[in-house]
């Protein structure tokens, strides 16, 4: 019966791309070594960015506090490396734009220790100051959406977390990152989880993980200790599995309600490597200063996983993976279900950056685009059961208004639908600018 | 020196796409409807080439005349006009002119295709279009139904084929009545054996039911074809044909006569199905086939004429904005709602 529960556990459409795992999974983490010059943008997620306490020419230490949080929506940068402040201003981004950062050149005779070091007493702080502490660490939500991970934990009174939910799910085909460190440090993450749990005042933890990972299904579980209240659950290979409301739909089968949060249903959602972050912040004093990164696709001469400290140009990722192979067309951070292309090598890893493909023309999805002959494969795609179809066509006619009548903010632009069209249109750039369109507008003054 | 980077692309994610392509969809039911076309040959020998070929060639004649200069060769490329012309071709009878099924195909097109803006934003089936106008315009000659050629006819071809434009066509062969007109005017049973392997009189491409079938599990296989479309014609039929041999076993025809004869098989597998005039939402589909599935059998059994899918397909077609409004799919973390 339980079984039988299991293989029926999912949400609903979705879509099947190949994912490209192999590559990868195999390959232990491995640490890149320190180069020469890092950048550090204030802004590495949605919110407000963080202020520079620093100055040019200062000395740092690596995990030295080097920039504060802004405001709420904000967290903390530390340097990555031991070095000198180089210049704070304006450096290209990963969206090609330029914005304030703060670039940091390594001192070539440091050791690179970190500079806290020391384990925090997470027990005896109260849930506000656990917060802050999580705010001041810097740490965001690892997938790759990179949400300060601190908003998360602050639920309003009144609301109560019973479940703890770990998303171990790892959908983005060629990613490999979480199933590495599930695999490699199942202690930190059960310990992360534990801290996670009692500040929470959750009852259990609950780590989903795409059956693809049958190896790191079996560690975890051998790592839980008697009498700590985690379960490991089985879930379908299937994308978007990862995404937090279709997660919280195949663990426990219920749907979060239109604009309300996973907490509205008791429910708090972090990734894997937040709550590795959290065990290396409140266990062993280190701040969020370096990730676990996935180099892979055919493109990249040897593919990895690598320790990056952040703030790392891809190029420097990309040489230590033996450099690019000729025929190299599009390098993608993240995975290439949600992640972006960059122009440039030079760009820096953030703390989102989950991956960094590298794919040859043949991957790449130049096709050509036909009419929509509204052959429904994206409504049977889209796991928030919405039409793409309709919305792809009023975007169009930029009928933006029309589309909010077809919930086009509950889109959370997954990008199945753009998978599955046929006629390559590119549905999700469509929703998207309407989406643009309707939050920025200026309405007219009455 | 140092060496240039590569030149990298900027795209909008996702970057991966499923195989799947629109034109490989649509040859995809070319694929589907070859074996079908065989059979129409080996029936009804080189007339059948013949009456296929002028209506692809109307059809694919109209797409490049009315198309911008520009856009000429990919119309061509994305083969959903030779669809068309296939299609149409197969609805029609054998003996009929070729320049009429070569208007027809141009029709088709013309007025179900192109005035609309092209691919994809048309209301109504094409290649029933073109067929609904011929039947309009020459009625004679579209119900002038003859045998299928007999042994080592390959090469001949029906007198009628040849009329010249305008003049009035010469009814030749051996003409026969379809199974439906049978059925209607004479309440005589066509033994089923012959319905689903095609030794019947009728248009090319109807009178084979098995392989139309097999066409259309390929097509399936292929996740071409929503499923909801034809499943739901065909029982609809069946059910009501079942109720009415309830009244009258004598006078109705039995449910699976109603299925394997006339074009309701070829309707209900490759028109109704176009995925431009069908509804896009799954409960659509539920209702559009049903609603088909009910005229069909109105127009078969009450009507005046012996045949009717290609009426409902068309009457459903104009439906299908309609039904798609107001079944639009529950959004996930919402109530129970449509618009």
Known sequence: MKAFRMLRRGFEHGVHPAHHKQQTEDLPIQRVPFGKDYVMPLAQHIGVPAKSVVAAGERVQRGQLIAEPGGFVSTGLHSPVTGTIREIGDFRGVDGCFAPAIAIEADPFATQQVDAGAAVDWQAMSLEQFIEAVQMAGIVGMGGAAFPAHVKLSVPDGVKIKHLLINGAECE??????????????????????????????????????????????????????????RVVPLKVKYPQGAEKMMIKSVFGVEVPAGQLPRDVEVNVNNVGTIVAIADYFLRGMPLIERVV??????????????????????????????????TREIIMGGPMMGRPIASLDVPVLKGCSGVLVFTEEQTSRRKEYPCISCGRCLEAC???????????????????????????????????????????????????AKDDLTHRKEPDA | MKKRDPDLLLAHAPLLRQGMTTPSAMRDVLYALAPATAASFWFFGLSAILIIGSCIAGA???????DKREARGESLRDASGILTGLLLGLTLPPGLP?????????????????????????????????????????????????????????FSVYQGNLALPFMQAQVDGITSATPLGLMKFEQE????????????????????????????????LRRDLDWRLPVSILLTVAVFSACLGLFDPERFPTPLFSVFSGGLLLGAIYMATDPVTSPVTPRGAWIFGIGVGVLVMLIRVFGGLPEGV????????????????????????RGAESK
């Not at chain 1, 199933?179 to 059960?190: D, K, Y």
């Not at chain 1, 696709?297 to 230590?320: E, H, M, Q, S």
């Not at chain 1, 009548?405 to 632009?413: A, G, I, K, N, T």
């Open chain 1, 173 to 230: 085909p060629y990613l490999t990152t979480d199933h590495r460190l599930m695999l490699e440090r199942p202690e930190a993450l059960l310990e992360g989880a534990e801290i996670m749990r009692q500040k929470l005042g959750a009852e259990e933890t609950v780590i989903g993980v795409e059956m693809n990972k049958p190896d790191a299904i079996e560690i975890v579980r051998q790592h839980i200790k008697p009498g700590q209240p985690v």
């Open chain 1, 294 to 327: 996935t180099v892979a696709g055919p493109g990249v001469t040897y593919p990895a996983n690598l320790i990056v400290p952040l703030g790392t140009p891809v190029r420097d990722v990309v040489k230590f993976c033996g450099g690019l192979k000729p025929g």
């Open chain 1, 383 to 433: 796991p928030y059961f919405l039409n793409p179809s309709r919305l792809a066509r009023l975007s169009k006619a930029r009928m933006f208004d029309e589309m909010k009548d077809y919930h086009v903010f509950d889109c959370v632009e997954c990008g199945s639908c753009t998978f599955a069209c046929p006629s390559s249109i590119p549905i999700v750039q469509l929703i998207r600018t």
């Open chain 2, 60 to 66: 694919v004649g109209a797409e490049w005349l009315f």
């Open chain 2, 98 to 154: 070729l320049w009429m099924a070569f208007l027809g195909g141009f029709v088709g097109i013309a007025l179900g295709k192109v005035i609309w803006g092209g691919l994809g934003n048309n209301l109504f089936n094409p290649a029933l279009l073109g067929r609904a106008f011929l039947l309009a315009t020459f009625p004679i000659a579209m119900t002038t139904w003859v045998a299928p050629i007999g042994d080592g006819g390959f």
């Open chain 2, 189 to 220: 049973a066509t033994p089923l054996m012959n319905l689903a392997f095609g030794n019947v009189s009728g248009s090319l491409g109807e009178t084979s039911g098995i392989l139309l079938l097999l066409g259309g599990v390929y097509l399936w």
């Open chain 2, 310 to 333: 290609m009426y409902a397909i068309l009457l459903m077609n104009a439906a299908t904005p309609l039904i798609d409004r107001y079944t639009q799919p529950r959004v996930f973390g």
